[in-house]
């Protein structure tokens, strides 16, 4: 309801003076605010963006919010997914920015779809929605997003965020480009890392999520100077915005229904391959490990392929840091080399997949190793309590 019958639309006393800081701007104004009001805006996903901007959307006074996601609050979310609290720690994200929205503002209607978006349902989700506000974390999902939009003709407001750095735009606005034409096709599989591998700085999605609600709310009110056509880049670290323009591309694919996302992106067939590869390594759990530990052996090296801020977190005893990026570029095998020896190789990570990747390449150089499963994440929940865990 982008151009909603202002006249039918009512404020309550209460409502004017909540507003009022709205209402005195000229650029929103009495009839911007009932805009707000008759507006619905979807978010998916209640994670480090979706934490902030939910929290302004419902202080704004969106009328009707609609939550996409099937996680639960985790300790670790706590440093920058600021709409949850310590004592929803276990419990779903979605009601707990429920709650909290409700806390904001007890007016506003809450949908939740505690469920993954998917090609089976992302119509039916999205269709009742103004605007849709993309707050996920993996490229599947985005490119779902992207086309149930442009499907549905409905704005998306994109953000995302790595370590340092983030970037924000509008997509599918007034003629404007779609997801597809800022990434024609998705990354290999595992070549961006996730936060939980590369981190992410607890402020940066605040950022990138408050400008995802700016959006949001100007193309409420209809505003012209939208983030359509522009990328916003924004790096924390040296504190510096950078845009760059971006237009539509006109051989571009049709987008005339939604397809299968996980096998465009290429995630069944990386599975696939990692499941190959493991199947090619042996693998011992933390257990043993502790077994060949206690028993004072000296026929082997554990190797720790993290990375050396993770190594200072946490360290399985007697471990040997080298790490995956110096195995990939080379520069690490001989050192792996004099380290073993003629000695037994075990090597580990934080859960058991960067390993995996490092006995893989060290296997085409003739070094055999064992893969610990589950890694140091395992190793403190079932070995060692007193390593943190992170």
């Not at 471990?319 to 000695?343: F, Q």
Request: glycine share 8%; net charge negative.
């Amino acid at each position: 309801m982008l151009n909603p019958n202002l006249e039918a639309i009512e404020l309550s006393k209460e409502e004017y003076q909540r507003y009022s800081r709205h209402i005195i701007l000229p650029e929103v104004g009495l009839d911007g605010q009932k805009r707000l009001k008759a507006a619905s805006v979807l978010c998916i996903g209640t994670g480090g963006l979706g934490s902030p901007l939910l929290l302004y959307l419902a202080a704004a006074g969106v009328g009707r919010i609609g939550i996409v996601d099937f996680d639960i609050v985790d300790s670790s979310n706590l440093q920058r997914q600021i709409i949850h609290g310590t004592s929803w720690v276990g419990k779903p994200k979605i009601q707990s920015a429920k709650n909290r929205i409700l806390e904001i503002n007890p007016d506003c209607q809450v949908d939740l779809y505690e469920t993954a978006l998917t090609s089976a349902n992302a119509l039916d989700i999205l269709a009742p929605y103004d605007v849709v506000i993309d707050g996920t974390d993996n490229f599947p999902t985005r490119y779902l997003t992207n086309d149930a939009c442009v499907l549905l003709n409905k704005p998306n407001v994109y953000g995302s965020i790595f370590r340092f750095e983030g970037q924000a735009t509008v997509f599918n606005y007034q003629d404007g480009p779609n997801y597809r034409d800022l990434y024609p096709e998705p990354p290999p599989p595992g070549m961006v890392p996730s936060c939980a591998e590369g981190g992410v700085l607890g402020v940066l999605p605040g950022i990138i999520g408050t400008i995802q609600a700016t959006e949001a709310i100007k193309i409420i009110l209809g505003a012209e100077n939208t983030l359509s056509g522009r990328l916003l880049l924004y790096n924390a670290w040296d504190m510096k915005f950078r845009e760059l323009k971006l237009r539509p591309n006109p051989e571009r694919p049709v987008i005339e229904k939604l397809i299968d996302y996980e096998q465009f992106c290429g995630i069944p067939q990386a599975r696939a391959e990692a499941a190959k590869q493991q199947q090619a390594i042996a693998e011992i759990t933390v257990r043993e490990l502790k077994q060949i530990l206690d028993s004072d052996a000296k026929d082997f090296v554990l190797l720790d392929v993290r990375n050396p801020n993770e190594y200072e977190i946490a360290r399985i005893p007697d471990s040997v840091l080298v790490p995956l990026s110096e195995i990939e570029n080379g520069s690490g095998i001989e050192k792996i080399k004099e380290l073993t020896n003629g000695h037994k190789l075990i090597a580990h990570c934080k859960m058991g997949g960067r390993s995996a990747k490092a006995l893989g390449i060290l296997k085409k150089a003739g070094i055999e190793g064992i893969n610990v499963k589950g890694g140091i994440a395992a190793w403190s929940k079932e070995v060692d309590p007193s390593v943190p865990e992170y």
